[in-house]
């Protein structure tokens, strides 16, 4: 995996993310103090779980020669008590029959990311001079 660089425009909360030759923009909207230059944090959070979940239908789909034509995932999240609360939606497209459907739909929890999110997470935070 590619190392991840997150940099301070200088724009308020505006953010460049450098991975490898991709650049992408992050923001807070402006009702939260930032300029609204791109998603912020948690919707790039959503992001990554809805292209990870996309991707491995997909992949499961191919492998098993599923007539799946694509892939639509929604998200939403909000903060609830003490934890984070994500709702995901998929619709599926294809000719595929009740049983590839509730199999997609169990698939789509063994995603990556969805792993990582529910599963424990170590974050090793260190300084390092300029």
Do not use: F
Not at 8 to 16: D, I, M, N
Request: net charge negative.
């Amino acid at each position: 995996m590619r190392e991840v660089v997150v940099t301070s425009t200088g724009a308020k909360l505006a953010q460049q993310i450098t991975i490898g030759p991709h650049h992408v923009l992050a923001d807070e909207e402006i009702e939260k103090g930032g300029t609204d230059t791109g998603p912020e944090p948690h919707e790039l959070l959503l992001a990554a779980l809805g292209v990870c979940t996309s991707m491995t239908l997909r992949l499961y789909a191919d492998r098993k020669g599923w007539p799946l034509q694509s892939v639509r995932v929604t998200l939403g999240g909000a903060t609830e008590d003490t934890r984070y609360a994500i709702t995901r939606r998929i619709i599926l497209e294809g000719d595929l029959d009740a049983a590839q459907r509730q199999r997609l739909i169990e698939i789509a929890n063994k995603c990556p990311v969805h792993r990582t999110l529910t599963g424990e997470v170590v974050i090793t935070t260190r300084e390092e001079g300029a």
